[in-house]
């Protein structure tokens, strides 16, 4: 009997202690500091949040929606990452009486032209000629027996291309960015406790005090 007693009471107080948490539990803002990295949380009441983030000096902010599900904060945010195994986007031509490989670079997304982006030749990983892009973002570089041509740009996913001068020699590539500094969440799950949110999958937990 007196295990019985024993293990209600352990079920009482597992019951007190996952107490439902409410929107208005939430609302507000949480931020954390630690060696100089900085996160801060604002939970809105009109189901968004604004997440901002710092180190050094690379910063960035994210928006996106929130509810809650299941007693967890599920954070979803505007910009979802893309699935595209496609760094780049080439076109190939070949243009007659031509004595040198002609290249455009421009952003894949706006078709804007990119100065100075790095255009090499290589063969086996050995740069024969290199150059960059003019204000237009055109170049061109001598006809060899190179295997490739390289281009890169910083903030930009990196090109190579295999080429085969004796077929083509004028390229229009369209490079695509690197999203490396934006904060992606996709249905993460965060939890609420003691008046702090505690951020999931992390080395350190990491515990965003409210203000």
Known sequence: MKDFSFIFVLFI??????????????IGTYESNIFGCSELMTLKSDST????????????ETTGSW???KNKIILNSERQPIKDPIDYKVT???VRDSDSIFISVQVEETKNPMPLAICSLKRKNIVLAET???????????????DSIII??????????SINSEHFNTYFFYM???DEYYRYFTSEKWNFSKGSLIVPNTKMKLILKKN
Request: with cysteine; hydrophobic share 40%; aromatic share 10%.
């Open 132 to 146: 960059t892009t003019n204000a237009l973002g055109e170049t061109k570089l001598p006809i060899s027996n190179a």
């Open 49 to 60: 949040f604004l997440f901002k983030w710092s180190g050094g000096l690379i910063f960035g």
């Open 13 to 26: 107080l597992s019951c007190t202690s996952t107490k439902n948490i409410t929107v208005d539990n939430v």
């Open 92 to 94: 190939k031509l070949r």
């Open 176 to 178: 695509k960015p690197i």
């Open 152 to 161: 890169s740009y910083v903030g930009f996913k990196p090109i190579r291309c």
């Open 67 to 69: 509810q809650i599900v």
